[in-house]
């Protein structure tokens, strides 16, 4: 692969300053050089004999001596200890330890180096950093000096100012292992000394009068250096600008955008003056480039919301029709009205213009959230006394809406099946369409301390009848449905009745929310059967009221003719009762055989269990002083007589009640304080035996005639009557059904009082059951846009413009082949989108695909009363779909935008936009009544083309290709000289790679940026934006033949990941040490556009070696072993991973594999942490060595 060209590229070296120097030497030669030098000139005693040469004087000084530490060699011991090793493995038994003694020796002598150096700085009064990398130093290899010490006769303890002791370590001296140590350290504190050898100790103060005339000279001396060495360029320039007469380009200003918040302003025209003050402290005057409508409005809330695709078992991104959405949701602003929302700090950094999808993303590091969305049943229905319940809510669903949510999940269920193989039964099927409904829905209620998910709800579904049903059983009192209130439920408004609510279950195996966003409903019932219910009676009788927790008598306790038992309950006597049954449980009931038949014996009337019977009457029929005619009223038996066929009695009697004689529509409508009805009540009337009823009034008649006639009358035998019988009842109880149904094909009216459904959405609301629209019937809120941005406004004029600007990290696609999502602008009125159309003035983001300012004509009309979205603001809507995401991040939001350009631009050098002055503030001139400036956003500064070393290049490029590029070439000069910001052009045709070249194209260009913004990306994968590779595809095609096509792209990055244990020289910092390599280890894989633009970096191949000489050389890693390295391929239909470790075959170098590629660093390096020398060998990468969502690959 061709590694093009990049912009210091394009210039000969043969025209390049640095190509001829007639003085080369640097500053550092120049101190060494004298530092030599003074070593022949001599100073003499008062006997004119030679006493000492000037280096001595010198190397008082600091300076000096850092400069000796730097420039002194340090190889001779590296060649002796070769010769002596050599000698060593060819010599005798008794020369050995001469050999060794010599090699200890060397040793010693070059880590003496250290303490020699030391003790100089300290004699200097140094005390800077290679004082303490020096102590560093010999304090770490103090055990070995003493192990060595012993080995030979040279040097002892006291050569070291070593206290004198034995060395604890007893183990043999490994002579090579430790000269590797000695002299990895001795290299680092010397590059540390040339490191440090800077202007800072130049112009220290500490410096003896006599050393700061030499440098004062040695710096004099540079500037005639300088100008010696500038002949070549000052000759360039006389040629090409005087002979040939070619100037520098003309500079191009800067723009950015400002946001205006005015106290009153209502106009800002063009040009303008707007001053801009730098951290600097200098000014910079910018110029407003069109007239601008100043407006009052305010920014009060930003939301997203973001509909993600995901396809559980297949791979086919073209399969659409079996992907299932899961719908994300983020505040990014909520607060303080304001003119302007910065994101500096958000959370995350800069968030997607339009949501994101971070479901493989950690709960800590989310900044989106899963949406509630779901629907709201609400009716009078679902008021019910404490009490047993079960409630089932059947849907009806339309047939074509049933059919496609049935084709979906059938579609699911065979591409699991492929994956797993088998046969799908159609009992499978029903199974999975089951499931699929449990899993889909989290069933909640309106409890007494909030929403309460029921312990025990099903779904059913029948296909045949295309019907979901829910049964719900809430257990009393922690699930007792009451109704709704706003302050303890909230989300939604508008009912006074309890609630079931139907969320979309964000954490199902298979999201939900595509498959019941098709569901249609066609009709909706309510039915409720409750049970133990007699809390909620209100008994009276002709005497006044009863307890009925207590056993009470129900007619009183002389019932006669017309006696009543009321029964009153508005929470079961409602409107919508379909069912009603009593259960009386009577006590004190004759226990003989045959029941009443024999115990009211001595009575005039033939009694038996069926002889006491009541009229059921309801509220109005009671209080007639005529009788009520038979169909107007149920009579019932009070008795019931045992099935044993002995005719004993029940002890309860079971009374289904005729609904229809109860005028249930004169029933109060519960929770409507409208219409409150008649009251809620009915009557049990006695009526039989009408001439005795249970024989209270005749009993002492009775009783005294069959006493008397016993009396007179010995042998007679005459029936004593019992005492009648006061019906008793122990406890009553109620059993009734509530039942409602709802058709939402018929017009809807508001007035509806049966049910309501509201759909939730992520910031709001909307009852759509009875509502305003016209067959809104789905099951769930639709959300059919892929990505939305949503910004809340206030303070609005109608029919006024408004200019908003917003400042973005550009949006990145790979290729200018692509097409960017169309985006909608829409604004909110009555819960309803519309389309902005001609509201929309003007878009210069292209879309939000770059910074840029959007002006809109609001309506004549402003609506800010809605329910979906908070209300009290006028709400916008930005939103695409398609598959495409757009990828640009928002910085700022900002109302009054106006966009302004530099006026005259200092000529400035190439360099990236961070060197241009940071700005701090900005000030419009000549206004007063402008109360602050938001910015500068957007920033573009134009890297100057008057640089005279590309004016140079330029000319050469110019006279090869002028103009009409025939090669790759002269593309890639053309690229770079109209596209400064461009660091780096590769052009490929055809030929080069055949396979993946851009159908109908037969030119491929690869652009790598000069700079990037590090503060909102992984500068592992900086990028040309989007909107850039359009410019250069539109510039190119001037110049190229009608009869060519070409495409323009980013790169492809493969990444690189390290694999090995390390051991490092300071084990007690061993985890900071191991995040510092793994940072720079980053940084050196990373193709950083400033080292490439020098010539370094790795753009499609680097070598293992590389690599490991550079983790080796760090001077805080000890030793490396177990050394791997992954590249990581991550393509459409090739996705793998190359792993050095494996033998075959054997790999040195790793190559780009994926076309228009280039090598980077990956975000993690696996680098264990060893305390011993152990060797390990390479090891094959496994599972538990791959993070998901980075590296980890299943093929």
């Known amino acids: 692969m061709s590694k093009g060209i990049n912009q210091l590229g394009r210039v000969p070296q043969e025209l390049r300053r640095s190509y001829v120097l007639p003085d080369e030497r640097t500053f550092f030669d120049l101190i060494d050089f004298t530092l030599k030098y003074s070593e022949k000139v001599n100073f003499f005693d008062f006997s004119n004999t030679p006493n000492n040469s000037w280096r001595s004087f010198l190397m008082s000084d600091f300076l000096f001596i850092i400069a000796s530490i730097a420039g002194q060699d340090i190889s001779y011991y590296k060649v002796r200890h070769e010769a002596l090793k050599l000698q060593l493995e060819e010599s005798a038994k008794r020369k050995k330890e001469e050999l060794i003694s010599q090699q200890s020796a060397n040793l010693l002598a070059l880590a003496k180096n250290l303490f020699d150096w030391e003790e100089s700085l300290l004699a200097s009064g140094y ?118 007469g070619q100037m520098p380009a003309e500079p191009k200003p800067a723009t950015a955008y400002l946001g205006i918040e005015s106290l009153g302003l209502e106009f800002l025209p063009a040009n303008t003056q707007v001053e801009m003050k730098t951290e600097a402290k200098s000014s910079l005057t910018f110029n407003t480039l069109t007239d601008t409508p100043v407006s009052q409005a305010k920014i009060t809330e930003i939301w997203t919301v973001y509909q993600n695709t995901y396809s559980p078992f297949t791979d086919n991104v073209f399969d659409q029709e079996s992907e299932l959405n899961s719908i994300f949701d983020e505040c990014l602003y909520q607060g303080e009205p304001c003119s302007s929302v910065d994101f500096t700090n958000h959370k995350g950094g800069y968030p997607m213009v339009l949501g994101e999808d971070q479901e493989s993303l950690g709960k800590k590091e989310r900044t989106v959230f899963p949406s509630d969305i779901g629907l709201v049943i609400t009716s009078p229905v679902l008021i019910l006394a404490e009490g047993e319940h079960r409630i089932k809510i059947s849907i009806q669903l339309t047939s074509d809406s049933f059919i496609a949510i049935q084709n979906l999940l059938a579609s699911l269920l065979t591409q699991k099946r492929e994956s797993e193989s088998g046969d799908i039964s159609d009992l499978e099927k029903k199974s999975f369409f089951q499931a699929f409904f449990n899993k889909a829905l ?201 099935k044993s066929g002995d005719g004993s009695l029940e002890a309860n009697k079971h009374i289904n009640v005729n609904i229809k004689l109860l005028e249930t529509s004169n029933f109060p409508v519960l929770g409507n304080p409208i219409y409150r009805g008649k009251e809620p009540a009915f009557f049990l009337k006695l009526k039989e035996p009408r001439s005795m009823i249970f024989g209270h009034q005749i009993y002492p008649e009775l009783f005294t005639r069959a006493s008397l006639r016993k009396g007179f009358f010995k042998k007679e035998t005459a029936i004593v009557p019992n005492l009648p019988y006061t019906p008793t009842l122990d406890h009553i109880d109620v059993l009734y059904s509530n039942w409602a149904k709802e058709n939402l094909s018929r017009s809807n009216s508001e007035d509806q009082d049966s049910i309501k459904l509201i759909h939730i959405y992520p910031f709001g609301y909307e009852e759509v059951y009875p509502g305003s629209k016209k ?277 492809v990055f493969e990444k690189i990941k390290v694999r090995c244990t390390v051991k490092f020289i300071e084990f007690q910092m061993a985890g900071l040490l191991r995040d510092r390599l793994e940072k720079e280890l980053i940084e050196f894989l990373a193709p950083d556009p400033i080292s490439d633009a020098v010539g370094k970096g790795f753009m499609n191949s680097i070598s293992k070696s590389e690599i490991l000489n550079f983790i080796e050389s760090k001077p805080y890693v000890e030793s490396v072993s177990g050394f791997s390295v992954l590249q990581i391929i991550e393509s459409p239909g090739n996705n793998r991973i190359i792993d050095t470790a494996k033998n075959v075959p054997k790999i040195e170098v790793l190559r780009t594999i994926t076309p228009y590629a280039i090598l980077t660093s990956a975000e993690q390096h696996q680098i264990e942490i060893i305390q011993k020398d152990d060797w390990k060998d390479p090891r094959p990468v496994g599972i538990g060595d791959l993070t998901i969502d980075s590296d980890f690959i299943i093929k």
């Open 127 to 244: 005390k800077g950093v290679i004082l303490k990398e020096l102590k560093n130093a010999s304090s770490y290899l103090e055990t070995d000096i003493r192990k060595l010490i012993q080995l030979q006769s040279k040097f002892s303890e006291s050569s070291f100012n070593f206290y004198p002791g034995n060395s604890m370590d007893k183990s043999p001296a490994d002579l090579d292992e430790l000269f590797k140590l000695f002299y990895k350290n001795v290299m680092f504190v010397q590059e540390k000394a040339s490191q440090k050898f800077d202007l800072d100790q130049i112009e220290s103060n500490q410096h003896q009068p006599h050393i700061g005339l030499i440098i004062s000279f040695l710096k004099l001396f540079q500037e005639v250096q300088n100008q010696q060495n500038n002949l070549l360029e000052r000759h360039l320039d006389y040629y090409y600008q005087e002979i040939l």
């Open 442 to 642: 989290n069933v909640s209620v309106t409890g007494m301390k909030g929403w309460v998910n029921l312990s025990y709800s099903y779904f059913s579904v029948d296909i045949k009848t295309h019907k979901l049903e829910l049964f719900l059983e809430p257990e009393y009192p922690n699930e007792f449905l009451v109704p709704f209130d706003e302050k303890i439920h909230g989300g939604f408004s508008g009912t006074a009745w309890p609630c079931v609510r139907l969320l979309i279950n964000n954490f199902a195996s298979l999201p939900s929310y595509k498959p019941l966003k098709l569901l249609k409903i066609k009709e909706i019932e309510i039915e409720t059967q409750s049970a133990n219910s007699s809390v909620a009676i209100l008994a009276s009788n002709q005497l006044g009221k009863l307890d009925v927790s207590n056993p009470f008598q129900p007619f009183g306790p002389l019932p006669g003719f017309d006696s009543y038992f009321k029964i009153y309950s508005p929470l079961i006597l409602n409107r919508h009762l379909q069912n009603l049954q009593l259960n009386l449980y009577w006590t004190g009931l004759p226990k003989s055989r045959k029941g009443f038949e024999s115990y009211y014996k001595g009575y005039p009337e033939q009694i038996n269990n069926e002889s006491f019977q009541a009229d059921l009457l309801s509220f109005q029929k009671h209080f007639l002083n005529q009788d009520v005619d038979a169909k107007d009223k149920q009579t019932v038996s009070l008795f019931e007589t045992k």
């Open 775 to 1051: 067959g809104f019937e789905f099951l769930m809120p639709q959300i059919n846009r892929k990505g939305n941005l949503l910004i809340g406004l206030s303070g609005l004029t109608p029919n006024s413009v408004i200019s908003i600007g917003f400042d973005l990290v550009p949006a990145f696609f790979i290729h200018s082949v692509t097409k960017a999502p169309a985006i909608s602008w829409e604004f909110l009125e009555n819960n309803e989108w519309y389309p902005l159309d001609k509201l929309l003035l003007e878009d210069s983001t292209e879309s939000l695909i770059h910074p840029g300012i959007v002006r809109i004509r609001l309506p004549t009309k402003i609506y800010s009363q809605h329910s979906i979205l908070p209300s009290g603001k006028f709400w916008l809507r930005i939103s695409n779909s398609g598959r495409t995401e757009l990828n640009s991040r928002i910085k700022a939001v900002f109302i009054n935008a106006v966009k302004v350009r530099e006026q005259l631009p200092a000529i400035r050098s190439v360099k990236p936009q961070e060197s241009f002055p940071k700005i701090i503030s900005a000030d419009v001139l000549g206004y007063k009544n402008i109360k602050s400036v938001s910015g500068p956003y957007g920033l573009k500064v134009f890297t100057n083309q008057q640089n005279p070393i590309h004016a140079i290049g330029k000319t050469s490029e110019t006279l090869r290709h002028r103009n009409r590029p025939s090669i790759g070439w002269d593309i890639e000069r053309i690229i770079l000289e109209e596209f400064p910001e461009i660091g780096r052009a590769m052009v490929y045709g055809r030929s080069d790679f055949p396979n993946s070249i851009v159908s109908g194209s037969n030119i491929q260009v690869v652009v790598v940026p000069l700079s990037f913004d590090s503060s909102v990306a992984n500068y592992t994968l900086f990028r040309v934006p989007f909107g850039l590779l359009q410019d250069i595809k539109e510039y190119l095609k001037q110049f190229i033949s009608p009869y060519a096509s070409l495409e323009v792209c980013n790169p």
